[in-house]
């Protein structure tokens, strides 16, 4: 059964620091791999997705990496900001039935 | 643009009463997926659809019914309503099931069940 974790669940970090958050997931058999931003009381946000094959994705501030064959993936924020604050999760889709599987999150708060 | 809308976005209901949570979206996607969303938890899927007419059971299905009568619609229907269904239910919609970096959520909708 393939099953996500997101560790921290909390995070709260000064205004201008580089962070990384961190997904993993406990079966290799993934199609993609995907990090979504949730602001409070909104729907979620696709950030990045990473296909299999792929070891990154970046956009503007963001990337992110991916590890099948460890089981991991980071969310790597450069330069933080206030605007950055929101809960961040990952998503693996599994190759078996395309069904995604979902981390409980990270809420991030940026401290200005 | 609206993309996903969810209507009513919150409701308070009793134990045993029905309710029926709206999902239209006007990207004339094919896949719609019902999730909850639980503190401490991930999202987990409810049921699906893959196109008007169809659905098909996610991960925890039981309590719920749903129904695609029309390609932008999808309904998620709670018949007798129990405290464990108390929870942020959220709709999604896709054009193709694998292109998850194409997936379209709405706002939520909030419910309460006492």
């Known amino acids: 059964k393939q099953e996500v974790t997101q560790i921290p669940a909390a995070l709260s970090v000064p205004e201008g620091e580089n962070l990384v958050l961190n997904c993993s997931f406990t079966d290799s058999a993934i199609y993609n791999l995907q990090w979504f931003r949730q602001d409070p009381g909104k729907g979620l946000t696709s950030l990045l997705l990473i296909q299999s094959s792929q070891r990154e994705q970046t956009s503007g501030r963001l990337n992110a990496s991916l590890d099948k064959s460890s089981g991991r993936s980071t969310l790597y924020i450069a330069a933080s900001q206030p605007g950055d604050s929101a809960t961040y999760l990952c998503a693996v889709l599994r190759d078996s039935n395309y069904q995604l599987i979902w981390g409980a999150g990270t809420k991030l708060i940026i401290k200005p | 643009n609206a993309g996903v809308t969810q209507t009513p976005k919150f409701r308070v209901l009793k134990t045993g009463q029905s309710m029926t949570l709206l999902c239209a979206q006007d990207m004339n996607h094919e896949y719609m997926y019902w999730y909850r969303q639980d503190p401490g938890m991930g999202l987990r899927l409810i049921h699906y659809?893959?196109?008007?007419?169809?659905?098909a059971k996610g991960e925890v299905p039981d309590g719920y019914n749903v129904s695609r009568l029309k390609k932008q619609n999808f309904l998620l229907g709670l018949e007798s309503a129990a405290p464990s269904q108390t929870s942020v239910y959220f709709c999604?919609?896709?054009?193709?099931?694998?292109?998850?970096?194409?997936?379209?959520f709405g706002e939520g909708s909030r419910l309460t069940v006492l």
């Open positions: 659809s893959v196109g008007e007419g169809t659905t």
């Open positions: 999604a919609s896709s054009r193709t099931l694998t292109n998850t970096g194409e997936l379209f």
